[in-house]
């Protein structure tokens, strides 16, 4: 009797351990869908619209306009937008950042670039007032040792370009390792200038 009972035990539990689980439906993301980069601010959204990258500019009883930040045949998709305002001279103006990201594989060389990119735009002229990129490519490289048969694994980071910060005061700020530039809107000639020059 003990030996039927212990049986029915394995059997149950054996039963239980191998019995098939249920499979998660496999969801299938579009391709509009995947890395999808939106953010809103006012009357305007940074998006991707018909394969372009584009502000979209809403106006109430008026036709929809856009600024295009980046064609459709421009590259990779940009991922992690943000759109801002702040005010210039007076004026009002609006920051977009987005980051785009490469993976480049050749033999035993692999590099992974990330590039944030800002751009300051002035939306009543849809004129685009200023421009920073800013790249940092992580490289993985297989090396040979003195011409023998051993290699080795060698990492390395290499920044191009420069951080963009927007000031509390409406100027931007410029800075790499070894230089600082700071610009300030001009509201004549509708651009960045450089603070000093300004002065």
């Excluded at 937008?81 to 993976?103: H, M, R, V």
């Excluded at 040979?144 to 390395?156: F, R, V, Y």
């Excluded at 809107?185 to 300004?198: G, H, L, M, T």
Aim: net charge positive; aromatic share 6%.
């Amino acid at each position: 009797m003990k030996k039927i009972i212990l049986l029915a035990l394995l059997l149950l539990m054996g039963s239980h351990s191998y019995s098939q689980k249920k499979k998660k439906a496999a969801t299938k993301k579009s391709l509009a869908t995947m890395g999808a980069c939106v953010s809103k601010i006012d009357n305007l959204t940074a998006e991707v619209k018909g394969g372009n990258f584009q502000i979209t500019i809403a106006n109430k009883g008026k036709a929809t306009d856009a600024i295009i930040v980046k064609s459709k045949d421009a590259g990779s998709s940009p991922i992690d937008c943000k759109l801002a305002s702040f005010t210039g001279s007076a004026t009002k103006l609006y920051l977009l950042q987005w980051i785009e990201k490469a993976l480049i594989k050749t033999g035993t060389k692999t590099e992974d670039k990330t590039i944030i990119y800002s751009a300051v735009y002035e939306i009543t002229s849809k004129k685009q007032v200023f421009s920073n990129t800013q790249t940092t490519n992580h490289i993985t490289e297989i090396v040979s040792l003195g011409g023998t048969a051993a290699t080795e694994t060698q990492e390395k980071i290499r920044r191009e370009g420069f951080e963009c910060i927007l000031n509390a005061d409406g100027t931007i700020t410029q800075k790499n390792k070894t230089q600082e530039n700071k610009w300030i809107y001009d509201a004549v000639s509708a651009e960045f200038v450089d603070a000093k020059k300004k002065k």
